[in-house]
């Protein structure tokens, strides 16, 4: 079957911009032709399952990964060759919590992180690390998953940047401080306009801040889509169906789960509700209900690999 | 083009002190335990100084402490072993950091590369005052006449140049290879299997090409200590001395 995803966004401002991007390593494809599309201000949800391409693609966009094939662009700025002007511009949160000198002290860490970056707000980095609970004098190299992440997010976030791209950034965090940190990460965007490449697998955690979401699989971009777009779309209709019923031939390729009982089928599709509607009730099905789905279950729904 | 209003890089001279500042932190703990090794080595020798002085010692002995073309060797391990400290914890596989801030990839090694070669030479010129130091003290104590060096010009100039070698053969694995223990034990057994082989075979000419990357007059033997074969010194085998003599020469 063949997807009728949408894999391109509208005409608008850019501020990551990939063309065809591929990367292997040894046989294993990373990328697959990913054409990335963020706008200028979104919070772009990168979602996908272990081994997707998640970061490679974050590490693509710093120039830390170089793709075989395809171009990368941030802010207009291509990331090959302008490599320092993009990363002057990017706060990034890698998945390792390893990231930084393990033998430096925090303090001591981020005053070293504040002179590469011309723009660091020193009272904003005290507020963070106020917020955020660090202890300055200990060692980087000690610090647990969920300290060593709050640190990164403070080196982040504390230069304003105008792209923040956050891999995992809540992952080994207690439930408290997730919460935190997704306050923190709110109120920076609402003081400092930025637009946020994040991929997470908690993503019932930023339903309330995503307005974009893409979503990979094997490496491939499966589908590229506005919140807008995706609430407009993908709907869940459970219909009623006679015995014998044979489906939907005029849906192939729209229907993105299918859970079936005897008497019963349950459809997540993709497209306008009341164009699909009219294709199952003139199949002889009842529709039932038709729901919306939350962006947890939009997630599943748009990696599911029955497609 | 983009809307948004972009962010300058740092720099070149803020990230080239910063880097200096810190190397010199992580190579914190070596300095520490290099001070203190001078201190427990100054402890020793005006020790032995004094019980030379007041124990009784046959007519003509003699105690002193002087400067030689071996005296580079410490400074020449130090060398070996520097870009392991001042690279730690940051292989290529773990390097992310470095590479991720945002200056020019090449630039930025080597600047940090340069600011542990300083700290080297830091290192190097706090070594030579203790030799000159320690040893103006041992002839004062032993009151064994006027205080002088026999060392000559060249043999100065190997404290600087051998620990530089060091630091340069060693950064090449540490800079380039997640493992550069193997490369370095492997190129070293590589070189002595080939050796011995070669004169085990009877080809002795062979070897003996072979043997000049050590031992040859632009070998490292030369190199780093002013000796060719096992030990002649001579002062025009040094590279640093040749070195010298070509920018006095204007050559």
Known sequence: MTSSLPTRLRDGELAVDTRGLTKRFGDQVA?????LQVPTDAVYLLVGPNGAGKSTTLKVLLDLVRAEKGTAEVFGLSTRERAPE????????????????????VGRLLEHHALYYPTWDATYAARLAQKFELRMDRKMGVLSKGQ????????????????????????????FMRDETLGVIADHLSESPTTVVLSTHHVEEVEGLADHIGVLRNGALRAQMSRDDLDANLRRYRVEVPDGWNGVASLDGTVLRRVATPREVQWTVWGPESEIVQKLTSAGGTVREVARLSLIDATLALLNPND | MTSTSLHPTPSSRTVATEQFRAVGLALRN?????????VVLSVVLIGGAVQFTHNPHPPGAHMGFRYGSSGAIPMFLIG?????????????????YHWSMPVARG????????????WLMIATIVYLLFVIGASHLVSIITAQGEWQHTAASWEWILAFTAPTIGYLMTSIPVVSSNYPWRWIGGVVICYGVLVAMLKAFGMDDAARAISTISDGKYGFNAALFGTINGGARDLTRSVGWEAIMAMRLGV
Not at chain 1, 31 to 35: A, I
Not at chain 2, 80 to 96: C, I, K, Y
Not at chain 2, 107 to 118: I, N, Q, Y
């Open chain 1, 148 to 175: 060593a992440r709050r640190v990164h997010l403070t080196m982040a976030l504390a230069h304003r940047p105008p792209l923040l791209l956050l891999d995992e950034p809540t992952d080994g965090l207690d439930p």
């Open chain 2, 30 to 38: 070596e300095g520490i335990f290099f001070v203190a090794a001078l």
């Open chain 2, 107 to 118: 630039p930025h090694t080597m600047m940090k590369l340069l600011s542990g070669w300083v």
């Open chain 1, 31 to 35: 990328l697959n032709d990913v054409t």
């Open chain 1, 86 to 105: 993009v990363r002057a511009n990017v706060g990034y949160v890698p998945e390792r919590p390893d990231w930084g000198y393990g033998w430096m002290r």
């Open chain 2, 80 to 96: 070996l072993l520097a870009p392991f400290g001042v690279w730690r914890s940051e292989d290529p596989a773990r390097r992310s």
